[in-house]
C-alpha cells in the first residue's frame, strides 16, 4: 500500500512538472520571434559542436596557406570567399562559434553567481553597515564603462580566451548585483520572509529559498540577454588583440585582420560582422521569449 501511495506521488508530481513544460512552451511560442531565435541559437550550437563535419575546409581553421587559393571572393568553391592566407572564410567563421561561445557561458556563469549573492546579501540586510558597502562597490563598477574596464584588466594579462573571460566577468557582476539588490529589496517584507524569520529559519534558507525563487525569472531573462552582449564584447577584445590569438579563429579578430582590405576584400569583414550580429540577434530574440514565459519585468 505504502509502496502504490509513493509510486502515485511520483507519477503526480512528474504529471505537475510537464504540465508546467507544456505552459511554459505554450507562453514561449506565442512569440514568434522568439521561436525564431531560439531555433538560430539550436543552429548555432549544433554548428559549435559538429564544426569539423559542417566546415567544407576544417584543415583551414588552423595554421594553414594556400596563396594559390588567396583573396578570392564568394564563388562556387568557396561560399563566403578566402582570406589573404587563402583560408575559408565560413569554414573560419564555423569554427569561431566554440569560441565565442564558450566567452558567453563563461562569463554568465560566473559573474550571475557572483553577482546574485551580493545582491540577495544586500537587498536582505538593506540599511546595515555591508549591505551599504556591497552597494558602494557595485555603484563603483558601474560608473566604469564595462568595456573599457574590461580592456584595461585584460591588457594586464596575456591574450587568451580565458583571460578576455576573466576580464568581462570583472565588470560584468555589478550589473547582476544592482539588479537583484532591488528585487530583493522589493520582496524582504512580505509576509513569507516574515514567516520564515519567525520560525526560525537561518538567513541562508531565507535568502536561497524564499527570496532567490522570486527573483529567478528576472535573472534567467537578464542571463540569456546578456549571453550576446558578452559574446560581443569578447569579440571586441579579439578585434584588439586582447583575445583568442592566431591561428585559432575568433571573429573580432578575423574582423581586426579584414578591415585592413577595404573595400576590395570586403567579405573578410562583412561576414564576420554578420555572424556576430547573428549571434547577439539569436539571443536577444531568445531573451524576450524567456521573459514573455516567465512573466519577468523588463531587465
Not at 568557396?78 to 557561458?105: E, H, K
Not at 555591508?130 to 584588466?153: G, K, Q, Y
Not at 586582447?242 to 571573429?251: I, K, R, S, T, V
Not at 516567465?294 to 531587465?299: A, F, H, Q, R, W
Request: overall charge positive; charged content about 15%.
Amino acid at each position: 500500500m505504502a509502496r502504490e501511495l509513493a509510486e502515485q506521488k511520483i507519477e503526480t508530481a512528474a504529471a505537475a512538472r510537464w504540465d508546467s513544460v507544456k505552459r511554459n512552451w505554450y507562453k514561449f511560442s506565442r512569440n514568434k520571434i522568439s521561436v525564431v531565435g531560439l531555433a538560430l541559437v539550436v543552429l548555432i550550437v549544433l554548428a559549435a559542436i559538429f564544426e569539423r563535419q559542417l566546415a567544407p575546409y576544417p584543415q583551414h581553421a588552423g595554421a594553414f596557406t594556400n596563396f594559390a587559393a588567396a583573396k578570392l571572393a564568394p564563388c562556387k568553391e568557396y561560399w563566403l570567399g578566402t582570406d589573404q592566407n587563402g583560408r575559408d572564410v565560413l569554414s573560419r567563421i564555423i569554427f569561431s562559434f566554440r569560441g565565442a561561445l564558450i566567452m558567453g557561458v563563461g562569463v554568465i556563469s560566473i559573474a550571475a553567481p557572483v553577482g546574485v549573492i551580493m545582491g540577495l546579501v544586500a537587498g536582505y540586510l538593506k540599511g546595515r553597515l555591508i549591505s551599504t558597502v556591497i552597494m558602494r562597490v557595485v555603484d563603483i563598477f558601474l560608473s566604469l564603462p564595462s568595456l573599457v574596464l574590461a580592456l584595461a584588466v585584460g591588457a594586464m594579462f596575456s591574450p587568451t580566451l580565458f583571460h578576455s573571460m576573466m576580464a568581462i566577468t570583472f565588470s560584468w557582476w555589478a550589473w547582476y548585483a544592482r539588479l537583484v539588490y532591488g528585487a530583493a529589496s522589493s520582496v524582504r517584507g512580505e509576509y513569507y520572509i516574515q514567516s520564515a524569520e519567525l520560525i526560525g529559519a537561518g538567513r541562508i534558507h531565507i535568502l536561497f529559498r524564499e527570496m532567490l525563487p522570486n527573483c529567478a525569472s528576472t535573472i534567467l531573462t537578464k542571463m540569456t540577454l546578456d549571453m550576446g552582449v558578452a559574446i560581443l564584447m569578447g569579440a571586441a577584445l579579439s578585434f584588439v588583440g586582447l583575445g583568442e590569438q592566431p591561428p585559432n579563429p575568433a571573429l573580432g579578430t578575423m574582423i581586426s585582420d579584414g578591415y585592413k582590405y577595404l573595400p576590395d576584400m570586403w567579405w573578410l569583414t562583412v561576414f564576420p560582422a554578420l555572424a556576430i550580429m547573428l549571434i547577439v540577434l539569436a539571443f536577444n530574440l531568445l531573451g524576450d521569449g524567456v521573459g514573455d514565459m516567465l512573466g519577468s519585468k523588463e531587465v
